[in-house]
Structures are given as structure tokens and as C-alpha cells.
């Protein structure tokens, strides 16, 4: 009797300790609330041109990973958004990422180059193009050494028969009529080669790079610089409401014009295109006290950095080139991450 009393207490004993045995390995094996860091914006905080681990967006989240700040990433971000297309595309987000947001920790925004390059790019050559008119440069420049010895060959002749011309010698017109028979092919190709300059694509070009825009092209620019600023405050104004918590990194827009380019200089482009950035990263900074976000100041940190981190290169020994003057390379991304967790670590 007595046994079988025992029996029935370790049996209870047992259930008992299984019961709660159970929630407590569930406890214990239980994932910790995700810390997120979404990645916002255009082609730079996507990676253009460069591999998904060498982005500024993915080295920032690893070193902030390091130091256990957070423990997941999402990447967000398109090639080409601009502030218009970034706050449609958050306020038509669907259910699934909208969540992330609720989770999200960190959250980097690097956008209005392309409110200002989209309507710049339509006149500007895409790669290919350049590639195409370096070609064509290159075409017509070989042409025209071909050219050159047979003009200074005519130009002697016609020099000693001139030195040496009478124009009482009747009988030597016939033979200064033949020369310049026998020169009109060379000058031929000489008003040929001329007649192409004006055709060259680069000559065509020229206007732009040099900072005159037609009419059509400054409405453009003007319109878009304009209308980041109501877009950026709706895209900070989503983001209180969806990540209230969360700290908020805001890149300055680079200049990604070049001051030179094939040995070209671009200075007019260039400077007309930083009157335009300077505008947006004034609207950037300008609200970043009241509304409680930080600032990357990667428009200066690239200024100090034009030639080593942009990729544009050419490497005529391995025959590999990239007309690419946007984007920036590994070592601009890996610049950019580190203004952005220097700047996270002092807030």
C-alpha cells in the first residue's frame, strides 16, 4: 500500500517538474527582441557598383553588430529613389516591412542626389556614351596626325614654288596648276576634318559641361531642389510616427561632379551642380535639431576625397575603365560608414 502511495507522489512529482520544465527550456531557447537597422534611400545606401558587403550600409551594421547595438539589418533601399519616390514608397509599404519599423533602432537615410541628377542625367552621357565618345575622340584625333604630315608636305612645296615663282616664266603656270590639282585632295580632308568637329559628341556636349544650361533643363533642377524639402519633412514625419525610438542618420548629398574628367575641365557643371547640393544639405541640416536626427556630413568628407573614392577609373595596362563619376567605390562606402557610426557613437 505504502509503495504504491509512493509511486503515485514521484509520478505527480515527475509531471509536475515536466510542466515546468517546459516553459522554462522554452524561456531559455526564446529569440531576443529584434534590434533593428533599416537602411533607407537611393543607389548609394543600395550599393550601386559595388558587392552587398563592402556598402556603407552593410560595414556600419556590422561594426554596429560588434558592439551588440543591434542584432538584425534590412536594406530598403532602391537605385534611383528620389524624395518623392521614397515617401510613396513608404506610405504604400506593405504589412511585413512596416513591421520592421516598430523594431528598428537605427535607421541610416541617404537621399536627394537624384531629385537634382535625374533631370541633369537625361543631358548628361550615360557610361556607354562616354565610352563611345573617348572612341570617337580618339577616332578622330589618329585621323587627324594621319592628315597632318601630308598638309605640312603641301604647304612646302607651295612655299618653294612660291619662293621661286616668276610670273614672267609663262610656261611654269601649267605646273603650278597641276600642284594645286594634286593639293585639293589633302585640303579636302582638312575642311572634312573640320566639318566633323562640330558633329564630335563631346563638342555637343561642351555647353553643358562647361555650366550653361538651356531653360528647360534649369526648371527642372530648380523644381526638384524645391520639392525635396516638403518631401524630406513628410519622410521624417513618417518615421516619427512608425519609429519614434529609433536613431536616425541623415547623409548630406556629395557632389558627384567632378572638377575634371579625361583631363576636361567640368568646373562650370561642377560648381552649377554644388549650388543645387548646397540647397539640399541646407535643408537637411536645418531641421535636424528640432526633429531630433543626425547629420553625416559626407558632402565635406568627400570634398577632402574626390579622386580616391568615386568609381570612376581607367587602367589602360589592364584595359578595365568605368565612367561611372556618381557612385562612389569601396573605400567612399567604407568613408561613409564611418562618418556614420563616429557620428552614433557621440550623440
Known amino acids: 500500500m505504502r509503495s504504491a502511495v509512493m509511486q503515485a507522489i514521484l509520478e505527480i512529482s515527475c509531471l509536475f517538474m515536466i510542466s515546468v520544465a517546459i516553459p522554462l527550456a522554452a524561456y531559455a531557447y526564446q529569440e531576443p527582441e529584434p534590434r533593428i537597422h533599416i537602411a533607407l534611400g537611393d543607389s548609394v545606401s543600395a550599393g550601386f557598383g559595388v558587392d552587398d558587403t563592402t556598402r556603407y550600409t552593410a560595414l556600419f551594421s556590422e561594426m554596429l553588430k560588434q558592439r551588440d547595438y543591434i542584432n538584425k539589418y534590412v536594406n530598403m533601399a532602391e537605385d534611383g529613389f528620389t524624395s518623392a519616390m521614397l515617401l510613396n514608397f513608404l506610405n504604400n509599404i506593405d504589412e511585413y516591412s512596416l513591421s520592421h519599423f516598430q523594431d528598428a533602432y537605427v535607421i541610416t537615410l541617404n537621399i536627394g542626389g537624384n531629385d537634382i541628377l535625374t533631370p541633369l542625367i537625361s543631358y548628361l552621357p550615360t557610361p556607354e556614351d562616354a565610352a563611345s565618345m573617348v572612341s570617337e575622340l580618339w577616332e578622330f584625333i589618329h585621323e587627324a596626325m594621319a592628315i597632318v604630315p601630308?598638309?605640312?608636305?603641301?604647304?612646302?612645296?607651295?612655299?618653294?614654288?612660291?619662293?621661286?615663282?616668276?610670273?614672267?616664266?609663262?610656261?611654269?603656270?601649267?605646273?603650278?596648276?597641276?600642284?594645286?590639282?594634286?593639293?585639293?585632295?589633302?585640303?579636302?580632308?582638312?575642311?572634312?576634318?573640320?566639318?566633323?568637329?562640330?558633329?564630335?559628341?563631346?563638342?555637343?556636349?561642351?555647353?553643358?559641361?562647361?555650366?550653361?544650361?538651356?531653360?528647360?533643363?534649369?526648371?527642372?533642377?530648380?523644381?526638384?531642389?524645391?520639392?525635396?524639402?516638403?518631401?524630406?519633412?513628410?519622410?521624417?514625419?513618417?518615421?516619427?510616427?512608425?519609429?519614434?525610438?529609433?536613431?536616425?542618420?541623415?547623409?548630406?548629398?556629395?557632389?558627384?561632379?567632378?572638377?575634371?574628367?579625361?583631363?576636361?575641365?567640368?568646373?562650370?557643371?561642377?560648381?552649377?551642380?554644388?549650388?543645387?547640393?548646397?540647397?539640399?544639405?541646407?535643408?537637411?541640416?536645418?531641421?535636424?535639431?528640432?526633429?531630433?536626427?543626425?547629420?553625416?556630413?559626407?558632402?565635406?568628407?568627400?570634398?577632402?576625397?574626390?579622386?580616391?573614392?568615386?568609381?570612376?577609373?581607367?587602367?589602360?595596362?589592364?584595359?578595365?575603365?568605368?565612367?561611372?563619376?556618381?557612385?562612389?567605390?569601396?573605400?567612399?562606402?567604407?568613408?561613409?560608414?564611418?562618418?556614420?557610426?563616429?557620428?552614433?557613437?557621440?550623440?
Open 150 to 347: 601630308e598638309v605640312r608636305g603641301v604647304a612646302t612645296e607651295f612655299q618653294d614654288a612660291l619662293d621661286n615663282l616668276n610670273l614672267w616664266r609663262v610656261w611654269e603656270i601649267p605646273a603650278l596648276n597641276r600642284m594645286v590639282q594634286s593639293a585639293m585632295p589633302v585640303l579636302g580632308d582638312v575642311t572634312s576634318l573640320f566639318d566633323r568637329v562640330d558633329n564630335l559628341q563631346l563638342v555637343q556636349l561642351l555647353p553643358l559641361l562647361s555650366g550653361e544650361f538651356s531653360p528647360e533643363l534649369e526648371a527642372a533642377l530648380t523644381t526638384g531642389a524645391a520639392a525635396f524639402e516638403d518631401n524630406f519633412n513628410e519622410i521624417l514625419a513618417w518615421l516619427s510616427i512608425h519609429a519614434p525610438e529609433a536613431v536616425i542618420i541623415v547623409n548630406t548629398v556629395y557632389n558627384p561632379v567632378p572638377n575634371q574628367l579625361l583631363g576636361m575641365s567640368l568646373e562650370g557643371l561642377s560648381y552649377r551642380a554644388n549650388e543645387l547640393i548646397v540647397f539640399i544639405n541646407g535643408t537637411i541640416l536645418e531641421g535636424s535639431e528640432a526633429k531630433g536626427y543626425l547629420v553625416a556630413d559626407v558632402y565635406t568628407g568627400f570634398a577632402s576625397e574626390p579622386d580616391s573614392i568615386m568609381n570612376f577609373f581607367m587602367d589602360t595596362t589592364a584595359l578595365t575603365f568605368s565612367f561611372d563619376i556618381i557612385h562612389p567605390n569601396a573605400a567612399g562606402h567604407e568613408l561613409i560608414a564611418g562618418l556614420n557610426y563616429e557620428l552614433f557613437n557621440t550623440r
